[in-house]
């Protein structure tokens, strides 16, 4: 019989393949009680096994292809720097000695020692920093046990489903050198290393299926769909023609949005729509590059704070600033300055200014009020904006702004910034548009206030849809009260395009929103025309936006939002989607 399991579809592409069942953790582990005597052999045992996970590591670490982006070997150089301290590779060796035990139960005891301590400090980025812990212990554990094939691969697993309890970076690299032809996990979230390593590798992947492992068996033909988050098992012969017919139609539907690569983005009634990519890493620079986008709308900055252990100097952000700017070949690059604290946290030394011990972090120092809270965070950061300015049409984006107050201080320092760089000669672009996020229900009913004072408005709809309706963007319980539609919302977006209308500064929106099909029309009513999205979002955007007539959906916009109830709202968004082209 046919199962179907849902997760969350992090990587998109689907994949028919054998199933592939991998064991990562919950390794089990018999303590014994050790002689005196076999105590120095039992330490050689333990080394013997770390020098093994890290070779194995280091392996992974060589085989990452040279195009991948710097944060893959950067989550691989994290685990390799793990298992050098000496809280894994001496203290263990301590317990072994003192406790009389064998190096399985010694490491396990060090890893409930380390949760513990992780565990007592309360806070979201931790769990992540646990998960690496437990990553880099259970390769030692695996090492143990003499147990190498599933570290380092193996060559049956081109073509296949790795169906895995939880995946290493390590682990995504190496599957990506075997060929696989993606995998399926039973824990982990959108943001977790493995989510973000498989998008960066073009893996499809689907994480969170509880249990998944219990139903499924090594050699057992299974499909997956990376967008939609289904895995199905045991397909019928009908279920395989099917999905195959749709891998078919998707590539056909993908040859199709690539003709419309040099067509001008434009309603039927000539209104011009801007269609800018937003990026994390530099891996996305190359998909921005095959959908011909109008630039960056939005350069989210926080990676440059992650997987590392000191804090990025300015030299890091101008470096990779220069290289961002270069690569667009003269399109415009927003760049918006750390928006760090809450969902994005930083690591090693700045982990602790990061992660104060907020009761409510979405609320707390995070975006904006931290770095004006700490300018020698802020200052490096302005500095590497404005001197990669002199290279390229630059614009700077500033997050989490809530109060006039805050752009004040903001262009304050950046005029200080500009005097220092005059004073040392150093050039930068006079000039430089400064922008702000409008994700805070107070900026967008401010925002004409805020206007006055900046040249352009981005509309952040993944946070002005959270602070509005009081839900958490990543707790699963709430997701269903998450309602772009909501009245509230949707008049918050309307106040913020009509305050750029009236002030005459561009309005753009860089949320998720912007990039979705059952919205974009209704946007395009509203008078929004500039988006910013996923690169892979834009050329279907495109498609839907080109055949509309914009002065049509106005009207149609504007009854929708006359309308009492939420279900009058749905059926007047389906008559206007009615007549988008299917995706
Ligand atoms: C684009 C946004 O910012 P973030 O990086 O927080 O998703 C948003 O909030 O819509």
């Known amino acids: 019989?046919?199962?179907?399991?849902?997760?969350?579809?992090?990587?998109?592409?689907?994949?028919?393949?054998?199933?592939?069942?991998?064991?990562?953790?919950?390794?089990?582990?018999?303590s014994r009680t050790l002689q005196k005597d076999t105590i120095p052999a039992e330490v050689r045992r333990f080394k013997r096994a770390v020098k093994m996970a890290r070779a194995q590591l280091l392996t992974a670490r060589d085989n990452i292809p040279k195009d991948a982006p710097s944060d893959v070997s950067s989550f691989l150089e994290t685990h390799i720097l793990m298992l050098d301290d000496a809280v894994l590779s001496q203290r263990p060796v301590e317990i072994i000695k003192t406790e009389m035990i064998n190096a399985e139960a010694a490491l396990q005891q060090q890893r409930e020692e380390l949760i513990k301590v992780f565990g007592s400090m309360d806070d979201s980025y931790l769990a992540t920093r646990i998960d690496d812990v437990n990553h880099v212990i259970d390769s030692v554990l695996r090492a143990l046990d003499g147990g190498t094939e599933h570290v380092l691969g193996s060559e049956q697993w081109k073509g296949q489903i790795i169906v895995a309890?939880?995946?290493?970076?390590?682990?995504?690299?190496?599957?990506?050198?075997?060929?696989?032809?993606?995998?399926?996990?039973?824990t982990g979230g959108q943001l977790s290393h493995t989510a973000i390593l498989a998008r960066s590798l073009g893996i499809p992947a689907i994480v969170g299926v509880p249990n998944i492992r219990r139903y499924i068996k090594t050699g057992e033909v299974i499909t997956l769909d990376g967008r939609l988050g289904m895995v199905l098992a045991e397909p019928t012969e009908e279920m395989l023609t099917d999905f195959r017919r749709q891998q078919k139609d998707n590539r056909l539907r993908l040859r199709e949005l690539a003709k419309l690569l040099d067509t001008e983005a434009i309603t039927t009634d000539g209104v011009k729509i801007r269609l800018s990519a937003n990026i994390e890493i530099e891996e996305d620079l190359k998909a921005l590059k095959r959908v011909n986008a109008d630039g960056v709308g939005l350069y989210r900055t926080e990676f440059l704070y992650m997987n590392r252990e000191t804090v990025p100097s300015e030299q890091d952000h101008f470096k990779v600033y220069t290289?961002?700017?270069?690569?667009?070949?003269?399109?415009?690059?927003?760049?918006?300055?750390?928006?760090?604290?809450?969902?994005?946290?930083?690591?090693?030394?700045?982990?602790?200014?990061?992660?104060?011990?907020?009761?409510?972090?979405?609320?707390?120092?995070?975006?904006?009020?931290?770095?004006?809270?700490?300018?020698?965070?802020?200052?490096?950061?302005?500095?590497?904006?404005?001197?990669?300015?002199?290279?390229?049409?630059?614009?700077m984006l500033l997050p989490m702004?809530?109060?006039?107050?805050?752009?004040?201080?903001?262009?304050?320092?950046?005029?200080?910034?500009?005097?220092?760089?005059?004073?040392?000669?150093?050039?930068?672009?006079?000039?430089?548009?400064?922008?702000?996020?409008i994700e805070v229900p107070a900026a967008a009913i401010e925002a004409?206030?805020?206007?006055?004072?900046?040249?352009?408005?981005?509309?952040?709809?993944?946070?002005?849809?959270?602070?509005?309706?009081?839900?958490?963007?990543?707790?699963?319980?709430?997701?269903?009260?998450?309602?772009?539609?909501?009245?509230?919302?949707?008049?918050l977006i309307k106040m913020t395009i009509d305050a750029g209308l009236k002030s005459g500064i561009p309005v753009a929106?860089?949320?998720?929103?912007?990039?979705?099909?059952?919205?974009?029309?209704?946007?395009?009513?509203?008078?929004?025309?500039?988006?910013?999205?996923?690169?892979?979002?834009?050329?279907?955007?495109?498609?839907?936006?080109?055949?509309?007539?914009?002065?049509?959906?106005?009207?149609?916009?504007?009854t929708m939002l006359a309308a009492h109830t939420c279900e009058e709202r749905q059926v007047l968004l389906d008559k206007i989607n009615a007549s988008a082209p299917e995706n």
């Open 323 to 395: 290289k961002v700017v270069r690569a667009l070949k003269g399109a415009p690059l927003t760049i918006r300055t750390a928006d760090l604290g809450a969902d994005k946290q930083a690591t090693g030394q700045l982990a602790s200014r990061t992660r104060p011990q907020a009761h409510n972090p979405a609320m707390g120092l995070r975006g904006i009020r931290l770095c004006l809270s700490d300018t020698s965070l802020f200052i490096p950061q302005l500095r590497a904006i404005l001197r990669a300015s002199a290279r390229g049409p630059i614009k």
């Open 509 to 558: 929106m860089c949320g998720e929103m912007a990039g979705d099909a059952r919205f974009v029309r209704l946007l395009l009513g509203l008078g929004l025309t500039e988006f910013s999205m996923p690169p892979n979002l834009i050329l279907e955007t495109k498609r839907n936006l080109i055949t509309c007539r914009r002065a049509t959906l106005k009207k149609q916009v504007s």
């Open 165 to 186: 309890d939880d995946l290493t970076p390590a682990d995504t690299v190496t599957m990506q050198h075997h060929g696989v032809a993606g995998f399926v996990t039973e």
């Open 1 to 30: 019989m046919s199962l179907m399991f849902n997760g969350i579809g992090v990587s998109r592409g689907t994949a028919i393949g054998q199933a592939y069942l991998l064991r990562r953790n919950q390794i089990d582990v018999a």
């Open 401 to 437: 702004l809530t109060t006039v107050a805050e752009i004040k201080q903001c262009l304050k320092l950046v005029e200080q910034v500009k005097q220092s760089l005059r004073e040392e000669n150093i050039e930068f672009d006079e000039k430089m548009p400064i922008g702000g996020m």
């Open 448 to 491: 004409e206030r805020f206007a006055k004072h900046l040249d352009f408005l981005s509309i952040g709809t993944n946070d002005l849809i959270q602070y509005t309706l009081a839900i958490d963007r990543i707790d699963d319980q709430v997701d269903y009260l998450y309602d772009p539609l909501h009245p509230a919302v949707l008049t």
